[in-house]
């Protein structure tokens, strides 16, 4: 009977099983694949036409790369032109609203907004997709393919995802280089010409004085002009010329040395847009006749000092040469860290647990050390408290040969506090950030475990402990603490009892 029932139950289960599989799922499969208008592999599109009222867009593919070939030729954004063929393919086919209308008018497909024509790699042409006006309701817009007289229903969003200035397809790359790449930089316009060059893996500040260069502050330079990108364009030749771009004399020019071959690229900043409120400014590439417009970032991002460029390490070592650090306070908490066994640690610890991987942490941050600024050049201590120096760090390496000193100060209080460091034996004094000095201004008992506080409430030690403890852990406890004799606490008890009464008899 038993095994009658489990045949049935499993014979049901297999019925439904198989009507979920071969109905319900073909038709959510159906469901889940939304009817599009045209059906093409976006992959082999070579060409894309775009019809408005009052222009024509031309796009073509040109050895695997867009461009743009009416009504100019120049680059396509390779982005912009691969979501427009994007927003195409994924055109949604609501539904159709007139097999066969008697007026286009009402549809805005007397006069389209826009027609849409691509052609394949293999020559087939898909389009045109004439689109129409958006609906009163319901995020929809109406739209026609071809000779077809039906007039469709599809997503307002293709409709505006077709909608295309030239300027939207334009490339909006200002200049293209890779940063390994570039040998020398130059900038010249403003209050000094500065001048680097890449020494090895390095770079150099060989103009207005020579000068190790900060590497992360030439990329950081670099990026901001690999990023810049056009906004709008200007496409008159003889434009340059006009005053109001700016570029007759430009504000900030910068030259770059590229490659092997040292090929030149200049990028020349001019002046700002008449309508201040749209924060733009005008640039272009020396050798080309287009001026681009950009944000106003592109002059506050390149115009640099040589000081900005300064490498404001405040001592320079090898990271493996040190095998002691000697930190000197003022306040008294000195310390001395040393590396034993290749690892960093406290050398006076004591009995306490040194914390892991902060000693080498210390050292790390010390290395890494840089000024926020440099305050001066002249190399006064007195001037910025370094005379006293609130911090002595020395750097040593094995048998105590002296690697660096580092003098840190910190001069007022509060919002008027100022920061300083300088390296012994070097003029120049930095002014730190706060953070930065934060992690070299370290006391002995930062490199320790600290006991644990005790929580509130918990037993005091002794008795209590024993009364908390396991029968077997209070037979241990018993053993370790001496307690009183049976009766003691009684008799003292009794004593301070007595006493007291003595006293009240007093």
Do not use: C
């Amino acid at each position: 009977m038993k095994f009658r029932n489990t045949l049935i139950l499993a014979v049901i289960v297999a019925a439904f099983g198989a009507y979920l599989y071969w109905v319900e799922r073909p038709a959510a499969e159906k469901e889940a694949k939304k009817a599009t208008l045209v059906e093409f592999d976006r992959d082999k599109v070579d060409s894309v036409q775009l019809k408005y009222a009052d222009t024509e867009i031309d796009l073509k593919k040109v050895d695997g790369k867009w461009r743009l070939t009416a009504p100019l030729a120049t680059e396509a954004d390779e982005p912009t032109v691969k979501n427009l063929i994007g927003a195409i393919a994924d055109a949604e086919k609501k539904k159709v609203i007139d097999e066969k209308p008697a007026d286009l008018a009402p549809f805005g497909l007397d006069k389209p907004t826009a027609i849409v024509t691509l052609q394949l790699d293999g020559g087939q042409t898909i389009g045109p997709i004439a689109v129409g006006k958006t609906t009163p309701v319901g995020y929809s817009a109406y739209a026609k393919l071809g000779d077809q007289p039906a007039v469709l229903l599809t997503t307002a969003a293709f409709q505006s995802g077709v909608k295309k200035e030239v300027k939207d397809l334009r490339d909006k790359t200002i200049i293209e280089f890779r940063d390994d790449d570039v040998q020398q930089i130059t900038l010249s316009g403003g209050p000094e010409e500065i001048e680097l060059h890449k020494d090895g893996a390095d770079w150099q500040i060989t103009k207005p004085a020579a000068a190790r260069a900060d590497g992360a502050q030439v990329t950081s330079f670099l990026a901001a002009m690999r990023s810049m990108r056009a906004v709008d364009f200007v496409d008159d030749a003889a434009a340059a010329a006009d005053p109001k771009y700016g570029l007759a004399t430009p504000r900030l020019s910068v030259d770059l040395l590229v490659g092997k071959d040292r090929a030149e690229k200049r990028l020349l900043v001019g002046g700002e847009l008449s309508d201040a409120s749209k924060k733009q400014m005008y640039v272009k590439r020396g050798e080309r006749d287009t001026i681009y417009v950009v944000g106003d970032y592109a002059y506050t991002s390149l115009n640099k000092t040589a000081k900005d460029f300064r490498d404001k390490t405040i001592v320079r070592f090898d990271k493996d040469k040190p095998q002691s650090i000697v930190v000197t306070r003022a306040d008294g908490k000195s310390f001395k860290l040393e590396k034993k066994d290749n690892a960093w640690t406290l050398a006076d610890a004591g009995g306490a647990k040194v914390k892991d991987f902060i000693p080498a942490r210390y050292v790390d941050d010390l290395h890494d050390l840089k000024g926020a600024e440099i305050a001066s050049e002249a190399g006064n201590l007195k001037d910025f408290g370094l005379d006293h120096p609130a911090l002595t760090i020395d750097v040593l390496s094995d048998g105590g040969a002296k690697l660096g000193r580092v003098l840190t100060a910190s001069v007022g209080e509060g919002k008027d506090k100022k920061l300083y460091a300088t390296a012994e034996g070097s003029p120049v004094i930095y002014s730190l950030r706060d953070y930065v000095y934060e992690r070299v201004d370290k006391k002995h008992d930062d490199f320790v475990e600290q006991p644990t506080p005790a929580p509130a409430g918990s037993p005091a030690p002794g008795a209590a402990a024993v009364s908390a403890a396991t029968p077997a852990q209070g037979e241990e406890l018993e053993k370790e603490i001496p307690l009183p004799p049976s009766g003691a606490e009684e008799d003292q008890g009794g004593d301070q009892g007595g006493d007291s009464d003595d006293q009240d008899g007093d």
